[in-house]
């Protein structure tokens, strides 16, 4: 959070260079388990896949959250401050809430954690009350229902590419 808002605070102005939005995508996405996200979106579908096909789903989707993060997360510190409300934690998982005020609306963004080799990473988002981890598995499964995995991963190289504009 810090380090973001400091980035931040030293470019001043809207429009940040290249390396500046790399520091600070590293910054915002350093936390989460790309990894457990990537198994919990696809659900059932995550077993029947080969350790290949899951190493390249995981680097897909997290280059689509990555790039979806990083723009909800600069309008999160460019808006408004941060203010954590409550924590929860044993000695496996967290539970971390905060309350974003927005120029025209508050979001509630409580993260899900667990220790990964000793530290702590984000696995889910409740975003006002709804998992982001929950919202990604049902998209997936009924597009894998409808279609097939392979067109969902093509669907999600396709939205990556476009998100980056082919530059990854």
Known sequence: DRAVQAILDSTGGD??????RQRIKHHINATFDFNELGKLSLGPHWVERS?????H???????IIQEQNFESFLRYYRESEISYQ?????STFATVTALVPLKAEHVEITYHLHRVNGEWRVYDLLID????AAGHRRRHIRYIAKYSYERLVQQLEEQLARLTGGNR
């Open 15 to 20: 429009s940040l260079s290249s390396a500046v």
């Open 51 to 55: 350790s290949t096909e899951q190493q």
């Open 129 to 132: 009350g709804s998992s982001t």
């Open 86 to 90: 409550d924590e929860r934690i044993d």
């Open 57 to 63: 789903f995981v680097s897909v989707f997290s280059g």
